[in-house]
């Protein structure tokens, strides 16, 4: 029977894979122990683990995360409103904002302000200019406070 054929065909493939790793460990140990020791295409001795720092430090530090991407957003204003107008708002509906024409607004990195900034147009496109930016010292003041 085809069922019966099946366990033995799987058995017999597990077997002569079980064989390819014993023989890739063999191999490996035999690797291991003989005269090259720095690895089979290195020709050269094992370096000891380092954590990474090297002469210069902190700047392999800082460059690790440089290119970790985050949130950067602009935000407009705000206003509290209750839910019962939210659900009235429709095409047209205009809701007012706390912050005033022409007034900067607020330029924010995963929430936390770094700058403020008034709206340009470039290539048909919306951006904004820094006009004032926190100084890091003060936003690791306002991170602590949160």
Request: aromatic share 2%; proline share 5%; glycine share 10%.
């Amino acid at each position: 029977m085809a069922s019966e054929d099946k366990p033995e065909d799987n058995s017999t493939a597990a077997d002569e894979g079980m064989a390819d790793w014993a023989e890739a460990l063999l191999e490996q140990k035999a690797t291991e122990s003989g005269a090259d020791s720095g690895g089979p295409l290195s020709g050269e001795q094992p370096k000891p683990f380092s954590s990474g720092v090297s002469g210069d430090g902190h700047a392999n530090d800082i460059n690790m995360v440089l290119d970790i991407p985050v949130q950067l957003s602009v935000e407009l204003g705000r206003t509290k409103v209750p839910i019962k107008h939210i659900l009235q708002l429709g095409q047209g509906s205009v809701v007012e904002l706390d912050a005033l024409a022409g007034e900067p607004m607020d330029v924010l990195v995963n929430g936390y302000l770094i700058a403020q900034g008034e709206v340009v147009v470039v290539n048909d496109k919306f951006g904004i200019r820094l006009t004032d930016v926190v100084t890091p010292s003060e936003r690791l003041r306002r991170v602590s406070k949160n």
